[in-house]
Nanobody, 127 residues
Framework: VQLQASGGGSAQFGGSLRLSCAAS????????IGWFRQAPGKEREAVVC????????YYADSVKGRFTASRDNARKTVSLQMNSLKVEDTAVYYC?????????????????????WGQGTLVTVSS
């Protein structure tokens, strides 16, 4: 499974960005897709996960009410809509999956649960 994250860039405080995650070979609709981020000098953290049935699990309290995940099965992508961006949202964002077509998001988002990762896309938020 090869994933590719895109859509990163620069935004002002309070602005919005939309990230996309796609797989080159097949659709993501049967897979749970997690979004993670890694800020400079910090460990990678889980942000949100969307199951194959579109249930969303938030792992980072700081993004609740501002970020949401969705999927577009026709376009074979999963998106992360980020609104009301803060400077502390600055990070490289990754999408990942366990590649199993059960499509359930883990309660505890251990990195090792996710076997397949995209290359990351940089989001920079300025004040």
């Amino acid at each position: 499974v090869q994933l590719q994250a895109s859509g990163g860039g620069s935004a002002q405080f309070g602005g919005s960005l939309r990230l996309s995650c796609a797989a080159s070979e097949f659709s993501l609709d049967a897979l749970a897709i997690g979004w993670f981020r890694q800020a400079p000098g910090k460990e990678r953290e889980a942000v949100v996960c969307i199951s194959s049935s579109d249930l969303i699990t938030y792992y980072a309290d700081s993004v609740k009410g501002r970020f949401t995940a969705s999927r577009d099965n026709a376009r074979k992508t999963v998106s992360l809509q980020m609104n009301s961006l803060k400077v502390e949202d600055t990070a490289v964002y990754y999408c990942a999956t366990d590649g199993v077509d059960i499509g359930i998001c883990p309660t505890t988002p251990l990195l090792r649960y996710f076997d397949f990762w995209g290359q990351g896309t940089l989001v920079t938020v300025s004040s």
